[in-house]
């Protein structure tokens, strides 16, 4: 057994953007040295196998002496040309039956893929609209806390000004009243985490929509890098990144709202701006669970980005 050929160049970028060689070179291997894409794709079909960072092995060709050659008879023939024959005829009704039953396939996915649709875009609506009302509520709580913490600074100050407490039927002054008005007229969200890389990859869509490949290429490229840190947080490799990596601009650097959201899931730019690196210190197994969600979504929804507003 021995360690398969591949292509040098693409195990070289490969290993360039965080993966480990054995997993690099099965990528490789496993989708014929074909491109940088497709052997991405593979590592993204099979990151669960048992055996992903395993180096794979393969058969050398051991060359055994030929056996004695021996008489062909004209019988042995014609009973070869039957078996042919009847393989032949048995592999086209198999295909035909196969025809048959993947067009009951293709009608049936059909009418799934309708039925999908609508429901996607059903919970993305009720989704949506959960979402702004408990905004709402959170901005009412919020006004009324400032409203709360008005009233207890006005009281302090006529405390501290030795003035007696203010009487109900006292109208409050145009500089409170000012002041109030000023602090409830300021648009107040509590925006989560969660909501944040939503608009992230939102943005990204948006900027991009006529180049759907490409988002999804940047979706797969920081799919990979959050789960790369997420299953090795102790090795560095993974929690650095090049800003002028060729690869690494193309895919992510050089599309708004990339860069943004590697910086919610804590990455910092070094002095210089040649790095963006995540401390270990702030490796947050949570958040990096939010990010692998959302982009997961982002990757599955047909309908991600299209309610926004």
Known sequence: MAVPQVNKKLLDELEAMGFPRPRATRALHFSGNSSLEAAIEWVIDHENDSDIDQMPLVAVDIDLDSPQPFDITEQMKIKAQELR????????????????????????????????????????????????KKEEKEEKRAREKILKKLEHDKVERRSRLGLPPESPSVK???HLLQEKTLQTSLPLKSVTNAEQMRECLRSLKRNHQNDGARVRRAFETLLIYVGNIAKNPDEEKFRKIRLTNPLFQDRVGNLRGGMEFLELCGFERTEGDEFLYLPDDKVDMEILNTAGSELKSAMTNPFFGLLSV
């Not at 086209?92 to 009951?104: A, D, F, G, P, T």
């Open 85 to 132: 024959n009847k393989s032949h005829k048995k592999k086209e009704e198999e295909e035909k039956k196969l025809e048959r039953q993947r067009e009951k396939e293709r009608i049936r996915a059909s009418k799934d893929l309708t039925e999908a649709k609508r429901i996607l875009e059903s919970n993305e609506k009720q989704r949506y609209l959960a979402l702004k």
């Open 172 to 174: 409050p002054s145009t």
